[in-house]
Structure formats: C-alpha cells, structure tokens
C-alpha cells in the first residue's frame, strides 16, 4: 500500500526531536523546583509544560528524569548552599525521629535522597493506629500545626488517604504523615520510580550522617 512504509529518516529525526522536548522539559521542572520551590512532579512537570509550549504526552519525561535533572542542576547551580541546607535539615530530622520516637518515626523524601534545599520539608512517615495521637502529640508540646490528606500509594492495586500534619521547628518545615502500625512492614511506593519508598530509621540516619563526616574529612586531607 503507498505510503503504509514510514521514512526510517522521518522517524529517527521525530524520536530525536521527543527525546529533546523531554530533556528540555525535565531541565525546566527540575530548575522550578529547585529554584522555586514546587516539591510535588507532576505540579512541575505542568508548569514546565505551559512555560515551554509543550503538550503532547510522549514528550512528558518520567519522575525519575526529572530527579536525575533537579541533581544536575544543583550540582551545577547551586554551589554549596544546597549541601549546607540538605546537612541542616538532616540533623534537624534526627532530633525529629528522637521527638517522635513513640510513634516509630522514618525519614523519607528529598532530605534523605539527598536532593533538599532550602525550599524542602522534613517529611517524616509516623505509624499508629490512632491518627488522633499526633495531633494530641503535638498539641501537648504545643506545636501548632496544620492538617493536610495525603495520597499514598501501597502497592499497584491498594491507595492510602493518610493524615498528614504540618508545622515549623527551627525555621523549617516538617511534614508527618501517619500510617497504619502495619506499614512498618513494607512502605508506600516511591512518586519516583514507583519502588517502595527509601525510608531511615534514627540508626540509620546517624550512621549517614556519620559516613557524610568520615567523607569530609578525607576529602580534606
């Protein structure tokens, strides 16, 4: 049939021209968010599409493009002050796991991926059967805090409306969310790359935060 045979040319230069616009794309999602401060992928992959005209779908890049761009550029960008502000929020979400120690506290998200700034939170995942216990938690430490609804995904099937508080402690942000007892057992899929999320308890979270200092200092040696 004429015309059934596609130009192989046509095709490598149409797969060139998507693989740029996802490239171009992931950049400028990944620079709102680290200049912008938008934490949430699919909020930044939007306005990257509306600020550079492009819509169609297989130009979309993947969460996980975008988080290998938003690397890049703060490794090209932002100098030392992304790795200042990634130490602070670390060792303010060690005392955070210790505060909330009752409740089996996991460091989760940008601060323990190691991709925070100054515009992220400390989100922390809480576990209890009784969601009201960090609100009284926290309204017996006085710590005002705001109530939010967060989707979690537990697996291909399964989505979890979870109770989420936010506050300020030490002039940041700190997220919590509340799961089920039972989710110790395996934690909610990763926005990224839909694996179960990395997560670190207070042990592990000071043996990182060891490494970091052993790395340093020989790096200034």
Known sequence: MVGARQDPHAHMHAQTRTRERRLRLANEAARLMAEGG???????????????????????????????????????????SQPLALRQRREAAQRALAFFQAFSPRLVGPVLDGTADAHAPITLHLHCDDPDAIARWLDDHRIPAQSRNRRLR??????????????????????????????????????????PMARASALQLLTLLANEDIATHEANQ
């Open 38 to 80: 938008v934490r949430d992928y699919q909020q930044a992959k939007r306005k990257a599409a509306q600020r550079l005209g492009i819509f169609d779908d297989a130009s979309l890049p993947r969460n996980r493009e975008i988080a290998d761009a938003l690397r890049n550029y703060q490794r090209l960008f932002l100098g030392e």
């Open 154 to 195: 537990l697996d291909r099937e399964r989505e979890l409306d979870a109770p989420a508080w936010l506050f300020d402690a030490e002039g940041m942000a700190f997220e919590v969310t509340v799961l089920p007892l039972d989710g110790l057992r395996q934690a909610p899929l990763s926005p990224i790359d839909g694996r």
